[in-house]
């Protein structure tokens, strides 16, 4: 019977409604900042699964990390920048939308799909029955019986996930010091650079990639015509090569 | 005790490399003590092969053992040194020859004008001829097939190179005209016909690993000698044929034999060492050497006898009317090696080896001297030195050349007590010896041989009564000489006698001053050539001279013959009455080979010895007969009409199948690739989201397959 | 302090799993700002982390919280980087538009 649902089912359909409205927002809205505001709010809905799901440790560290960390971020990101999106009707790509929206909802689809109709539950029992599919030690009495369930994730990752965890860290490390060295201004060394023949000037990382190529094609053909006349050609052939 | 073994190639390879390998750092004013280097070197392993020869004199053989080459499964080929008795003659004739022509071409090759930029004359001609005694040496010192295979081809290989020395020359003269085939050209020639036989050569070894199972002497000649052979593939005729095949392309036998003349443009001490003395020799020494084989096969030892002496009679006609010097010397060499291979079809191999070594003396002495008598004509200036129509009365001017000529002309005509006498002699009683006791038939080949060694002392005769008497002909226009051809030389000798009398009887002195007026500019005497020529024609005189005597008597129980007796893979015999002494029949053939000699060399004299119209006379009379052999038979045209022709209408085709199919493929696989390129280009679009986009469709396509394929499952 | 079994079907976690990827997807896939593109990753991976826990939960597994905590310190550290990307990216280009970010092109 399907209204025929106890608390915890409402309050799941209640966070899940909210979280797929809150997602569907956070996609559509043309404003970066609206964007992550929402999706907060569709992280905050999962956080409240989590702890339907007995995983408190990692709803604390969903609102830590991700809300208060991560999407604090990149508000911070945004701010920073001050870019707005330009218009998403009668753009260039408008075919890219086009396909995208039906694929991701066929995707969706499929796979809600796929997991009732398998009806996983069962298949799961009957894995857990025959022996394909190992249960673990960590029941809801068991976990309470070593002091929570942070305590269970903590034995987990400090004894089986130990070297993963280490590593972690070390990805860590390393991200900060990459977020470090990426955002610092490098100014290319030595001096802006003239070409001797034209008196163009090429900055000081010289012509690179196909845009620069052509802008420097451009300033350059005026003047070789005058000169050569009949090399500009060739030149501007040049210039794109390089 | 053998330990030196190695040293005998190895020395002649340093020479090798010195020359060639160095060559280039070698400054100018050291690269005749480099030549003499090489000599030297070759010099040493001479000395050293005489050490070996007296190693092996009482009997006995032996295999150094050198490294392994191949080793795979039970293909196993080992570079070694094996040395019987065999091996031992062929060691010395290859550096004794070696030696002396070494020396000889440090004159004959000092003046070499031939410059090209980065080209070491001198040191290049060292190098290859080093490293050709080098693989001869390695040639007659294998112990297996293989072995001897790699320097069978390595000694074509140099006789490429050398054919083709003079690589810049073409067969244009000053004046424009082609008068014969260039260098290049020959060497190809050469090359390519040995290839037929090689690839005889090379699948008669496959036969004989896949039979045999081995490819070492020592395996296979006890197999095939117990006859417990267990037959896999072909049979003994078909890998005697094989190996002989290689033998008739390397030893320029009929029909293989067309590349030998045109060998002749290589320069005259390579033709003297390895187109007459070492080389050419290789294929009697492989049927020599494979005799176990070809005894258990009769019909392959027949078909030996009869290509041998097709080839000696063919050779020596041909040699009848060439004008040539070196191109007569080459024929003769042809119709010897005929002589050789007809030696070991009847079975009497002693005797081929026999001549195998008389005539490398004789012969070597012979392109030696005519190498002297080219060289002694360039001053004249004449067109080309080496027309025996532009030459006469040499004698005067070249007292050595001369007499060393004659004396191996001599041998080579089988007089009586020269070297060649005995060992030719030994070929042609050994078929009378067979038609009396075998088979009748034996006697066909008894008469043409004969009659071919009367052809013999004829042409050779020819050859030294237009070379060295007679009235000096250099000095004639050029057009007059050009004019006559062939068997007329009389007639042109006449016609300048009576142009220009004043020079009939001249002193060698005074002949230079009335030479002037030859259309060439500076023209002068012919001369004698300088010791390191003369020196080894005078050495190689001595053997020419005793050889055959020291060796071969007497007849068929000489002590070549209880030297090779020891050898235990040839099966030599040295019959009762042969052992007393010679017996009548014996005497009686040796009376009468000296009466066909004689009788030759007499008919030389009143043809071209005298003043007559003679040979004219006869040529007019057998224009086609005469037309015949100056075109050799005819044997290059039909090559190239037959073979040639058509293998260059296929070479069109393939070219054609190539420039058009083969590259038309390729260019339409270029261009699709390009177009579907150009196509493809367009989807490459830098923009990241639209990669995404494949990449979901990719997965949202893989999630239905699979789902798709879930349900259809369960229901 | 107890913990009781959870009544919410399995189903339903994957369900929802499934639709908040589905929707992170199509935000990948359509929108501009490489800023929002980097927020629906996040909610991709959000969605994934779903899974694991109701995964684990319902195998009695504390592998699962393993693996999501993992999944979370990646995500910040993704975040640390592409971020500092687009700062960098931005002071070559005063974009972050995606149609603009076209140099794999050439």
Known sequence: MPF????QQIVFLALGFVAVVASIMTI??????????????????????YVLLGAEFLAVLQVLVYTGAILVLFLFVVMLLQLREGPQIGDARRWQAIIAWPLGLLLAGELVAIIFSKDVTTQMQQGITNGAVTVGQYTPANTVAVGGNVQAVGRVLYTDYLYPFEIASLILLIAVVGAIILSKQIEPEGEERILP???INIGRTGIVGRKQGEEFAREITPMLEAEHGAHAAGAEKGGQQS | MHDYIWLIPVLPLLGFIINGVFGRWIPANLKLPAAYLATLLVGTSFALSIATFFDVLNGGSFDTQGYPLIQSGNFQVNINFYVDQLTAIMLLVVTSVGFLVHLYSIGYMAHDTHEHPNDHGLLRFFSFIS???????????????????????????????LIGFWYTTNNVNREGKQFDISPRAAGVKAFVTNRIGDFGFSLGVMLIFWNFGSVAYSTVFD????GNIHWQFGNITWICFLLFLGAMGKSAQFPLHVWLPDAMQGPTPVSALIHAATMVTAGVYLVARAHPLFALSPNMLVAVAIIGTVTAILGATIALVQND????????????????????????????IFHLATHAMFKGLLFLGSGSVIHGMQPTGVENPQDIRTMGGLRRYMPVTFWTFLLAALANAGIVPLAGFWSKDEIIGAFYSAGMDRNAAYFVFWALLTFTSFLTAFYMFRLVFLVFFGEPRWKLAPATAAATSGLSVAAVADAHSTASPEGTHDAPGTQGATAHDGGHGETHDPHESGWQMALPLVVLAVPTVVLGFLIGWPPEAGPIYTFLSKSTTLGVKISDEAANGPTTQTSILLVFATIVAIAGIALAYMMYGRRSNLAQRLGTQFKPIYNLFLNKWYFDDLYQWAIINNVRRLGTALWWFDANIIDGAVNGVAGLVRVSGGGLRKVQTGFVQGYALAIALGLVVLISYLSIIAFSNIH | MTITNTTVPLEWFLALSAILFGIGLVGVLTRRNILVIFMSVELMMNAVNLSLLAFSRYLNSMAGQA???????????????????????????????????????D
Do not use: H
């Open chain 2, 325 to 352: 010097i070196k191109k007569v010397v080459a024929y003769s060499t042809i119709s010897q090696l005929g002589y050789m291979f007809a030696s070991l079809g009847v079975g009497a191999i002693v005797a081929a």
């Open chain 1, 4 to 7: 025929d649902l106890d608390f």
């Open chain 3, 67 to 105: 693996f999501v905590v993992f999944v979370v310190t990646v995500a910040a550290a993704e975040a640390a980087i592409g971020l500092g990307l687009v700062i960098a990216l931005v002071r070559q280009k005063p974009t972050v538009d995606t149609r603009d970010i076209e140099e794999l092109k």
């Open chain 2, 223 to 226: 197999q095939a000698a117990s």
């Open chain 1, 197 to 199: 023949s034209t008196g």
């Open chain 2, 131 to 161: 490293l050709f005694v080098f693989s001869m040496l390695m040639l007659v010192l294998a112990d297996n097939f293989v072995q001897l295979y790699i320097f069978w081809e390595a000694v074509g290989l140099c006789s490429y190179l």
């Open chain 1, 28 to 49: 559509i809205q043309s404003n970066a900042i609206y964007s992550a505001l929402f999706l907060a709010i569709a992280f905050f809905q999962l956080a409240a699964i």
